[in-house]
C-alpha cells in the first residue's frame, strides 16, 4: 500500500477520446517501442481507444507524458521514455484506484521500470503469459489431412464461439468472448478473414481454427483452438501449418502468439513448430495487506 492521497497532476479522464487524443496516445506508445523494444498497449486498448473505455492522460501543453487505460479489472499504464521516475505512472496508478481499489496492472514484457514500479506499490505476479516467435525462412508446405478447411465466412460464427468457450474454458478472458465480443473483433480494421482459418470434419462439424493476423509486417498466432473431443488427433497442428502457409503467402518473414507460461501441451506444440520463448508479459495484482 502507499501514502499518495493528493497526486500532484490531476489526469484528463474521458470515456470517449477524439480523433487528435487517440493520435497522442498511438504516437506515445511508439516512443515507447522504440524505446523498451515492446508496445505498451494491448488489443483490447487499442480497441477501446477508438470505441468507448477508461482513458486517463497526463498532459504537458500539447505533450502527452503519459497514459493509462482500464478494462475489467485490469490497468495498462504507459510513461513517456524522458518523463520517468517522475511520479507519473503513481498518479495514474492513483486515479485507477480511486476507480478500482482492486485494479491489476498488466506488464509487457515485465521490463525492469514495471518491475520496480510494482515492487514499489506491493504488487505481485498472478499470471504469466509467454511470448514466442519463430521466423519463416520458406513457407511450409501443406501436410496432407482429411478436414475441410476454408475460410472464416459469417455463418460459422455461432459454431466459432461455442468451439472457443469449449477449447479455453481455463481461460478467464479468452474463454468468455461472446458473439457480441468476436464480432467487435470482426469488424476491427486488422480483420482479414483469410486469416481466420475453420476446420470441419467430414460430417461438418467445426473441431478447430486458427486466427492470425498482420500486426506491422509481423504475423501473428491470434488464437489456435481445438475442440476438446477432438485433441489429440494432430488438428492443432494442421491448423498451425494452414496459418503458416496464410502468412507465408502474406509475405510474413516472423510469427508470433502468445501462451499461458504454464499451458505445457501448448507450448511443446509450439517449440516442435518451430518457436522459441522471446518474452513475458505479466499481470501483477497488489497483495492483500489483511487490514
Ligand atoms: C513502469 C512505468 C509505467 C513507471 O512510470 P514512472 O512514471 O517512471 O513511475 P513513477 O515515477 O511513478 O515511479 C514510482 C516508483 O516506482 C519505482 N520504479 C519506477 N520505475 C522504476 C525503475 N525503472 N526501476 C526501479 N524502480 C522503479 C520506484 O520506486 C519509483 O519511485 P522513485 O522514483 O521515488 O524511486 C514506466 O517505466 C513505463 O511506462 N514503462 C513502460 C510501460 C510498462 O512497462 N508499463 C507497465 C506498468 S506496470
Redesign the pocket.
Given at each position: 500500500m502507499w501514502d499518495t492521497v493528493s497526486p500532484l497532476v490531476e489526469p484528463k479522464k474521458a470515456r470517449h477520446l477524439c480523433v487528435l487524443d487517440q493520435t497522442k496516445v498511438l504516437i506515445l506508445a511508439e516512443e515507447?517501442l522504440d524505446h523498451?523494444g515492446?508496445y505498451?498497449l494491448n488489443d483490447q486498448a487499442l480497441i477501446d481507444l477508438e470505441g468507448s473505455g477508461v482513458h486517463l492522460l497526463i498532459e504537458r501543453g500539447n505533450q502527452l507524458l503519459?497514459y493509462a487505460h482500464y478494462h475489467d479489472s485490469v490497468a495498462?499504464?504507459?510513461?513517456a521514455p524522458l518523463?520517468?521516475?517522475?511520479?507519473?505512472?503513481?498518479?495514474l496508478l492513483t486515479h485507477i484506484h480511486l476507480i478500482d481499489p482492486h485494479a491489476d496492472?498488466?506488464?509487457?514484457?515485465n521490463?525492469?521500470?514495471?518491475?520496480?514500479?510494482?515492487?514499489?506499490?506491493g504488487f505481485s505476479p498472478v499470471r504469466e503469459l509467454l511470448v514466442m516467435t519463430r521466423h519463416m525462412d520458406e513457407i511450409p508446405q501443406p501436410v496432407p489431412h482429411d478436414l475441410v478447411v476454408s475460410s472464416f465466412q459469417p455463418e460459422d460464427l455461432e459454431d466459432l464461439v461455442l468451439l472457443n468457450s469449449r477449447a479455453f474454458q481455463f481461460h478467464p478472458e479468452q474463454g468468455a468472448l461472446t458473439i457480441d465480443d468476436f464480432k467487435t473483433r470482426i469488424s476491427t480494421q486488422w480483420f482479414d478473414a483469410t486469416g481466420l482459418i475453420v476446420a470441419r470434419d467430414s460430417q461438418e462439424t467445426m473441431v478447430g481454427f486458427i486466427w492470425t493476423k498482420i500486426d506491422q509486417d509481423i504475423g501473428e498466432i491470434y488464437v489456435v483452438a481445438v475442440d476438446p473431443d477432438y485433441h489429440g488427433l494432430g488438428i492443432g497442428r494442421v491448423l498451425l501449418n494452414e496459418g503458416f502457409i496464410h502468412l507465408g503467402n502474406m509475405g510474413v518473414a516472423t510469427v508470433r502468439l502468445w501462451v499461458e507460461s504454464d499451458n505445457t501441451s501448448a507450448i511443446v506444440l509450439y517449440q516442435r513448430s518451430g518457436f522459441t520463448a522471446a518474452r513475458h508479459d505479466v499481470r501483477?495484482r497488489m497483495k492483500e495487506t489483511g487490514t
Open positions: 515507447i523498451d515492446v505498451p503519459g495498462q499504464i504507459m510513461v518523463e520517468r521516475r517522475h511520479g507519473i505512472a503513481t498518479d496492472l498488466w506488464a509487457f514484457g521490463l525492469d521500470g514495471a518491475q520496480g514500479f510494482c515492487a514499489h506499490y501483477y
